[in-house]
């Protein structure tokens, strides 16, 4: 039996088995992805992690790896299905094989939100795309769309307009909710073209992204736009549905957990995007594997 096992391997599950792993105890980290990491890999350049102005968030999250395996945590690549509390032992679930571990903290992250409009299914990998990053490159000198108006939507249009031909943003509302750094950036590049108080509802084409329709919010018009790629940045939704049964969640999915990252499960830790907090960042999220990490300790001195 483990002392801890902590599921996912992005900032908030590495940072937690480092100190995990200073404080003593032995740990398992379970990734369902061959690659760790968390959404930080697919970030092309952070900016906001003190210390380390302008790293990649890959070579940022590789880093954060290398420290957690140097400082002896092991990994496990399964997809977790589900936790069961039985006290003083905590069992996690794969489909191969069962796990058990005196204490467990939930740090699998949030995913991206679909849009869910016609065409984004059917067209995902030939044109449709949740990462800039990672598909950027296929559309050089192309127009492509970025449909959202986050962090994420302003640093994808940011990241396309490089090497595309010209990117488009489709934006609900009439401000963009990117931290200012970002928007000033956004604006001032000549081949982007801000698309306000507007929604994409349907993407098109047969075998390929042709292009978008794109509506107005108070539905008065609807214009197309042509385009080969289409990248959908319209935020996150938290990977909690495995542990939902057992834990507290909002309204929104995100599992209820203070600053302690305390659950409403004795033993059983909430950190990083899956919990429910103000601010999610990668500070926020190693901040919440090393506070994580001093609760599951208090619980296990208190066994
Ligand atoms: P986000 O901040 O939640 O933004 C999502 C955007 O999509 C919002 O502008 C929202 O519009 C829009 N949206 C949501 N649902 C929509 C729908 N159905 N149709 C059209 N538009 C929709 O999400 P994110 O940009 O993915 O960022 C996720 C988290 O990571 C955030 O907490 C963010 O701050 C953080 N992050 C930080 C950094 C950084 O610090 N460098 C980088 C990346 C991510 P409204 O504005 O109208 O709500």
Redo the contacts with the bound molecule.
């Keep these: 039996m483990y002392d801890l096992i902590i599921i996912g391997s992005g900032p908030a599950g590495l940072s937690a088995a480092i100190y995990a792993r200073r404080a003593g105890l032995s740990v398992l980290v379970f990734e369902k992805l061959p690659m760790g990491g968390g959404?930080a890999v697919n970030?092309y350049e952070?900016?906001?992690y003190p210390g380390l102005s302008g790293i990649s968030g890959f070579d940022l999250a590789m880093r954060f790896f290398e420290h957690a395996k140097k400082a002896g945590a092991e990994f496990v690549q399964a997809a977790v299905t589900g936790v069961t509390d039985q006290g003083k032992k905590k069992t996690v679930h794969t489909a191969q094989k069962d796990y058990e571990a005196k204490a467990v903290i939930l740090a699998a992250g949030?995913v991206?939100?679909k849009?869910?409009v016609p065409g984004e299914e059917t067209l995902a990998g030939r044109g449709v795309s949740y990462c800039a990053t990672c598909d950027g490159a296929f559309y050089r000198d192309e127009t492509v769309v970025v449909?959202?108006?986050?962090?994420?939507?302003?640093?994808d249009a940011i990241f396309l307009a490089r090497t595309c031909k010209k990117v488009y943003v489709v934006?609900?509302?009439d401000r963009?909710?990117?931290?200012g750094s970002?928007q000033e950036k956004l604006f001032s590049l000549k081949n982007v073209e801000m698309v306000w108080n507007a929604?994409?509802t349907e993407i098109l084409g047969t075998q390929q992204v042709e292009g978008v329709l794109v509506r107005t919010t108070d539905k008065t018009a609807t214009r197309r736009i042509d385009a080969k790629g289409v990248f959908i940045?319209?935020?996150?939704v938290p990977e909690s549905a495995a542990f939902a049964g057992l834990l507290e969640t909002d309204e929104d999915g995100y599992l209820r957990a203070g600053e302690d990252c305390v659950t409403n499960v004795p033993g059983i830790f909430a950190a990083g995007?899956i919990r429910q907090k103000k601010?999610?960042?990668?500070v926020t999220a190693v901040a919440d594997g090393a506070n994580a990490v001093t609760s599951a300790e208090a619980y296990l001195l208190g066994m």
């Design positions: 959404q970030t952070v900016d906001n949030a991206h939100r849009l869910n449909a959202g108006g986050g962090d994420v939507a302003a640093e934006h609900r509302r963009l909710r990117a931290a970002l929604t994409v940045a319209v935020g996150i995007d601010l999610r960042q990668i």
